[in-house]
């Protein structure tokens, strides 16, 4: 009797600290994007209201937006093209050279980006991509890339080689074999792999700001330049639109999502 | 310590693993439960053992209520069909982790480890304490599980499938030492399996369980010679199964709700112009093969349009036969309702 | 595969890894390189000048760091063993939800919660245990930083250790349990050892990521007093227009992460 009663002490507790700890800074952002009106030391805005998001529905921060989502939508059908290829021939351990390509598919996650993509600024300088969207598309690709191959070839793995070769044995090409079974069975891991490289090309932020300045913003160059400016209302909002695509999946998909895939996000 | 089970009920989901067990396990033995896979026996191993919680019924170990009790108040120790050894701790820290959780003074827990080791004769093993599991020989991993139970002096002990993981020849030893060191340690012993002969050759009492329930228990002698029904006869032993009763002269004749059943063991085939001996159950037939076995040779005899196993010290030449079976050794179900023994036909 | 099927996907795995080498492979050997030029000539300069300016900045990194990983495997390591021997599944869905907030919202939202006159001390003046207008001192140091970084790094953590605990067999744990192990023993000497490699995995790649943070600490932190890593690189190269000195701090972020790079390859060649 103690015991189960000091156990559910010990569960309310313990809900109630993760419970803060996790929605308490994102419910501050919701306050914040609601505060019209927040004069320090009072513990609530003195005014509620939407002017804030209504603004995101015009000028710079749409312009961003939809900016974000085209980059978005570019980055991700060119990931797929290109790493579907390398996927495949990685998953039946029959790409040219391929411990050296692999480890130049994994390198990006293990070294810290900022120095990398500073450098790649400066390449970039030379190759008159700074400040282009095919600039910040290049950028974006390199994340995205190694995603999408990663979460590909697990999905061609997945399709058990048996498969192709009772359709070779039956004298199907291997590169028919690949467009009539492989492809198809591979559909999911491909969906699950787009809405990755979407994401993080939403999302990407550290790149975005090296190559993509002063020229090409997005919405998390955008927030930040608010944050900095202490337009503390119109940075939240813009964070809550940041955050919504990436909680609206989880809330989704929790339950398909497998925990190998779940982990990328953790580099978004 | 006499451990008494009484109306266990325990569902998972729809399906009930237990349907209502009640038996008395004495104290002292080694009572064996068999069964076929899903019968209940590993759950009801884990109501023992305090890892399931029963939806009804009580458990009684020493006539103390231990139902509502964890496991480590119970005072019993599980040995685990794959071993459940720690891989990342020695034999010793293996052995040794249930003495350090009592507190016991280093000395002493380092004492007790070599005496379990030397129970389960590991101690010749030079080097052995300081070894990691996956360095072992299943047969040692398996008396490194036992040491490891027995070092806190259980007063039950529970094994579940303890030999399944081992070779067969590495098992029919591990399965004498079992026995003797149950002899020798006098610990109330439930031993879980699903091989009807492991389990009639190392019990003192042997429980037959089906569908959550346990149909018969007793002596393993007792229970392999009188089933009381056609599910314990057929599951013991290699048995035939015939739709059929006997006539006057001991004719096996075809009877839609007739059961006779007899085991191979038991069948004597002659000649086909033989008579059949006096005070036997008999029917013609036709060998249609015959296996080596090593120790024996088995038969198989077609009869009434079924085909049934003899077993033999001779191989039997393809052909016509009399099969003939001791009538007392013969097992008519032929109205078995669920109740009573088998009749035994005159 | 016929041969020249096998050229024909040969070729098609060329753009991808020519994006790769453009914009990852050849910069990060530029900025190698760069860290060890000045005016055209090879020369360690730029390494002094990081001694010079950025030696407490360094030291700062790496206890901010340290800090964080502590934090996160503190909470991270009884949360996940607690997920795994019991079922919880709102508090494991709600450990999971940082893992979709970006990097850089994490560090906007962390800024209005603990800034002196956030959310939180608002919360806290409301709920009586501060004092009306006072200001909570947390938001902008070196205790801010660790507890955001921690916020956004608990929830990969969680991730990958209850999916290292949860390949663990039931056997094993109610063996110690059977031996009168509690929950806090069965994590720390069953779970924990069981998944060794897991948990050293996840350690290096938390590692890692605090060490290279960049955008919380952008977002969260004011200009004065000790700086991270990768902000002092941003400023060099954004602000002075020095990239060698930052491909120097660069070059000094690589080796500080040398142990996730390890780890990488090996889950490559292996």
């Known amino acids: 009797m103690t015991r189960s009663l000091l156990g559910l002490a010990f569960r309310a507790t313990v809900g109630t600290l993760v419970l803060v700890a996790i929605l308490g800074p994102l419910t501050s952002l919701l306050i914040w994007s609601l505060a019209e009106r927040w004069h320090w030391p009072a513990p609530f805005p003195q005014q509620l209201g939407l002017k804030y998001w209504l603004r995101m529905l015009q000028g710079d921060p749409l312009r961003a937006l939809t900016r974000g989502v085209g980059i978005a939508s570019v980055t991700t059908v060119l990931a797929l093209l290109m790493s579907v290829p390398v996927s495949y021939l990685a998953a039946r351990r029959r790409l040219p050279a391929g411990p050296l390509v692999l480890a130049l598919f994994v390198l990006p996650q293990a070294f810290p980006q900022l120095p990398v993509f500073a450098s790649a600024t400066v390449l970039f300088y030379r190759w008159n991509l700074a400040g282009t969207i095919p600039g910040v598309v290049l950028i974006h690709l390199v994340g995205g890339l190694v995603y999408a191959v990663w979460t ?13 070769e009772a359709a070779v044995n039956l004298g199907a090409s291997a590169t028919r074999t690949f467009f009539r079974i492989a492809l198809p069975l591979a559909l999911p891991g491909v969906a699950a792999s787009a809405i990755l490289v979407f994401l993080h090309s939403l999302d990407e932020f550290n790149g975005t700001l090296l190559v993509g300045a002063p020229y090409v913003t997005t919405l998390p160059v955008y927030m930040y330049t608010a944050s900095l400016g202490y337009e503390l209302q119109i940075a939240s909002v813009t964070a809550l639109i940041l955050m919504a695509p990436g909680v609206v999946l989880l809330l989704l998909l929790e339950r398909f999502l497998r925990a190998e895939y779940l982990a990328f996000f953790g580099h978004l | 310590m006499e451990v008494r089970v009484e109306g ?53 170990m020493d006539g103390r209520d231990v139902t509502d009790l964890p496991p480590q108040a119970r005072s019993c120790a599980l ?216 120790a024996v040779y088995r038969a198989y005899v077609r009869v009434l349009d079924v085909v049934v196993m003899a077993d033999a010290r001779s191989p039997a030449s393809p052909g016509p036969v009399v099969l003939a079976v001791p009538a007392d050794r013969v097992m008519d179900f032929s109205h078995q309702n669920g109740e009573g023994a088998a009749k035994e036909t005159a | 595969m016929s ?109 209005v919660f603990l800034q002196p006159s956030g959310t939180l001390a608002a919360m806290l003046t409301a709920a009586g245990i501060l004092p009306p207008g006072a200001r909570l001192g947390i938001g902008e140091g070196w205790l801010g930083l660790v507890l955001a970084l921690t916020w956004k790094h608990l929830a990969l953590v969680v991730l990958l250790l209850v999916g290292a605990f949860r ?23 069953v779970l924990v050892p069981m998944s060794a490699t897991s948990v050293a995995l996840a350690l290096v790649l938390t590692l890692t990521s605090m060490l290279a943070s960049f955008s919380i600490p952008l977002l969260m932190s004011r200009g004065s007093g000790p700086q991270m890593l990768m902000i002092d690189l941003y400023y060099r190269f954004g602000q002075h227009g020095d990239f060698e000195v930052a491909s120097a701090l660069g070059v000094v972020s690589y080796v500080m992460a040398s142990g996730a790079v390890y780890a990488y390859l090996r889950s490559v060649t292996r």
């Not at chain 2, 396990?25 to 029963?54: D, I, M, Y």
């Not at chain 2, 159950?281 to 090593?294: I, P, S, T």
Request: net charge positive; hydrophobic share 45%.
């Open chain 1, 152 to 164: 590909l070839t697990a999905a061609f793995r997945a399709v058990g080689p048996e498969l192709e």
């Open chain 2, 8 to 60: 266990l009920v325990k569902r998972f989901g729809r399906v009930p693993a237990l349907a209502g067990v009640s038996h008395t396990f004495p104290a002292g033995a080694l009572t064996a439960v068999v069964g076929p896979s899903g019968c209940g026996k590993t759950t009801l191993l884990r109501v023992l053992a305090g890892f399931v919680r029963p939806d009804e019924g009580r458990v009684w």
């Open chain 2, 79 to 294: 040995v685990f069909q794959n071993y459940a050894l720690w891989p990342h701790m020695t034999v010793f820290e293996n052995v040794a982790f249930g003495l350090r959780l009592r507190r016991l003074p280093t000395r002493e827990v380092e004492q007790r480890v070599r005496e379990a080791l030397a129970l389960v004769e590991l101690d010749r093993v030079p080097g052995i304490e300081g070894r990691r599991p996956r360095e072992l020989s299943g047969g040692q991993q398996q008396r490194v599980a036992l040491a490891r139970a027995i070092a806190v002096r259980p007063r039950l002990l529970l094994l579940d499938e303890p030999l399944s993981n081992l070779d067969a020849k590495v098992r029919h030893r591990v399965r004498v030492e079992i026995r003797a060191l149950q002899r020798r340690t006098g610990i109330t012993t439930v031993y879980v399996t699903h091989d009807q002969e492991e389990a009639l050759s190392i019990a003192d009492v042997l429980v037959v369980m089906e569908g959550g329930r346990v149909v018969q228990w007793g002596r393993p002698e007792e229970v392999y010679a009188r089933p009381k029904d056609p599910f314990v006869a057929e599951f013991l032993g290699s048995t035939n199964v015939l739709e059929a009763s006997v006539g006057r002269d001991g004719a096996i004749q075809p009877s839609r709700d007739g059961r006779l059943l007899f085991r191979a063991e038991d069948v004597v085939l002659l000649p086909a112009d033989a008579t059949p001996p006096a005070g036997s159950v008999w029917a013609k037939g036709k060998v249609v093969d015959c296996l080596f076995l090593g």
């Open chain 3, 3 to 111: 041969r020249w099927e096998r050229w024909a996907w040969g070729l098609a795995t060329v753009p991808a890894v020519g994006v790769l080498v453009a914009a990852f492979g050849l910069p990060l050997l530029q900025s190698v390189g760069a860290s060890f030029v000045r005016e055209g000539r090879f020369t360690w300069e730029n390494y002094a000048i990081v001694y010079r300016l950025y030696r407490q900045d360094v030291l700062y990194t790496l206890g901010v760091a340290a800090g964080g990983v502590a934090l996160t495997f503190g909470c991270g390591i009884p949360l996940a063993g607690y997920l795994r021997l019991r079922a919880w599944p709102w508090v494991e869905f709600l450990l999971k939800v940082p893992l979709f907030v970006p990097f850089v919202v994490t560090g906007h939202a962390m800024r």
């Open chain 3, 167 to 189: 390949g663990v067999d039931d056997s094993y744990l109610e063996a110690a349990q059977g031996f009168g192990a509690g929950t806090f023993r069965q994590i720390w000497a």
